[in-house]
């Protein structure tokens, strides 16, 4: 959501409409509970609501925001860091992507999402399941560098792209969850690989959290798949992912864990899920893209603990393992990998 107001107004009055249906609303660093008891917003963290960013409101049963004003008009822009930023889209009709975020001069793997969607810069245009910004949404957007964004004041109908972000639900196979029942999300931008080669024919990939499908994409026009995969701290368990290739279900080597507002591959290096018995091992530990791993069986017994620099296969006896790989910034990709030496 976003703020339709020039100025800061206290918390309270913004969001009387939705009272008591409110729960907790927040921006980037603070937040504010509807306490019931008093009937109004705890004030003391998040005061005041601004036209220049966006929040994340929790409810506890459905409601219309009524937000009363002038329409808000930033014209110093909405300044970008580079990371993660909340921002707002406060222009009352719907802009492509590429009309939306001219003034910022995007580069490539630039990336904005919203609660369904994402959509990653190639260098040229915007590419992925966000296909515009909508009225009454908020967005983050991830940023290379320092910038200022302004929307147009017009909406260029020759160029512009109306319709809101495509749902892929009805193509599926598989149904994913409501993402308003988590928080927040993470977004991959995968592939589809069998041993070094791209996997043809897949028409749809899935994420799971036990019997849980999180999340669905079909393969886009560029050839990528774009998952936006919903979560919060309850989605503790490794996430597995399923292909249909020719009508057929295949469990894939590839799995991970959840992390709030996580990047996995971009056009440059995109997420490799694997078909098969993975490839994808061999280049990691020779690329050394991850500083640390672990390497455990299926019981869950722990093998190998260290950097990618130190292990040696040859450790390892016959048998199915999980490669966990470890980023910095607490990313954790897995694969499974059958270990089976020839005997002569």
Not at 18 to 23: K, R, S, T
Not at 188 to 209: H, K, P, R
Not at 324 to 344: A, N, S, W
Request: aromatic residues 12%.
């Amino acid at each position: 959501m976003y703020v339709q107001d020039a100025t800061g107004n206290e918390v309270n009055s913004v969001l009387e409409s939705i009272n008591p249906n409110g729960a907790v609303v927040k921006n980037a660093n603070f937040f504010s509970e509807y306490i019931k008891a008093i009937g109004r917003w705890n004030d003391v963290d998040l005061s005041c609501l601004e036209g220049n960013t966006m929040y994340k409101l929790q409810m506890t049963a459905a409601d219309t925001l009524v937000i009363e004003g002038e329409a808000y008009d930033n014209n110093g822009g909405v300044s970008l860091v580079s990371g993660w930023n909340w921002i707002p889209y406060y222009r009352s009709f719907a802009l492509s992507l590429d009309d939306a975020f001219a003034s910022v001069e995007p580069v490539r793997n630039d990336q904005v999402k919203g609660q369904e969607g994402f959509a990653m810069y190639n260098g040229t245009t915007w590419n992925g399941t966000l296909k515009s910004l909508q009225p009454g949404k908020g967005y983050l957007y991830k940023s290379a560098s320092e910038k200022t964004l302004n929307y147009p004041s017009q909406r260029n109908v020759a160029t512009a792209s109306l319709a809101p972000m495509r749902r892929t639900a009805q193509e599926c196979m598989f149904a994913p969850v409501d993402p308003t029942e988590y928080e927040s999300n993470m977004t991959i931008l995968a592939m589809v690989m069998e041993g070094d080669d791209v996997l043809e024919n897949v028409q749809e990939v899935a994420v799971f959290d036990g019997a849980v499908c999180l999340a669905t994409a079909t393969m886009e026009s560029d050839g990528f798949f774009y998952l936006t995969v919903p979560g919060d701290k309850n989605v503790t368990s490794r996430l597995s992912i399923v292909a249909v290739v020719n009508g057929n279900i295949i469990e894939t080597s590839t799995s991970f864990y959840f992390n709030e507002d996580a990047v996995l591959g971009n056009y440059d290096a995109p997420f490799a899920v694997t078909v098969g018995n993975s490839t994808t091992i061999g280049k990691m530990l020779a690329e050394g893209n991850y500083n640390r791993m672990q390497v455990v069986d299926f019981n869950g017994r722990v093998f190998y603990t260290g950097t990618v620099a130190n292990f040696n296969e040859n450790d390892l006896h016959d048998g199915q393992y999980i490669f966990e790989f470890f980023t910095e910034d607490g990313q954790t990709v897995c694969y499974k990998q059958i270990i089976r030496r020839l005997t002569e």
